[in-house]
Nanobody
Framework: QVQLVESGGGLVQPGGSLRLTCAASGFTFKNYRMAWFRQAPGKEREFVAGADWSGTYKYYGDSVKGRFTISRDNAKNLVALQMNSLKPEDTAAYYC?????????????????WGQGTQVTVFS
């Protein structure tokens, strides 16, 4: 049974930091590119960050470049998102996703598996 379980969300003040973690199971983790997406109420799902199979190549959405960092540990089947300098506009549900395909990493429709999401709220 495939599972992607996110954790680490919560409430934080602007300028603060959070670290999200996604634990994967039920598939061969090293064969999948991994990404984080987010969705705020009334908005479309947005690409946040992605990593290739080894974690060598990383990609970021324009709104988070320089503030967020994605990492993966293939030995532990984990992918993490370190979020620094958080802003109120970062408030959203954050989802971990996995793709076995070779399409554009920023395209949500190309992902095979999704987690249930973890809520991040940035408030002053």
């Amino acid at each position: 049974q495939v599972q992607l379980v996110e954790s680490g969300g919560g409430l934080v003040q602007p300028g603060g930091s959070l670290r999200l973690t996604c634990a994967a199971s039920g598939f061969t983790f090293k064969n999948y590119r991994m990404a984080w997406f987010r969705q705020a109420p009334g908005k479309e799902r947005e690409f946040v960050a992605g990593a290739d199979w080894s974690g060598t190549y990383k990609y970021y959405g324009d709104s988070v470049k320089g503030r967020f960092t994605i990492s993966r540990d293939n030995a532990k089947n984990l992918v993490a998102l370190q979020m620094n300098s958080l802003k109120p506009e970062d408030t959203a549900a954050y989802y971990c996703a996995a793709t076995s395909g070779y399409g554009h990493i920023m395209t949500a429709s190309g992902y095979d598996y999704w987690g249930q999401g973890t809520q991040v709220t940035v408030f002053s």
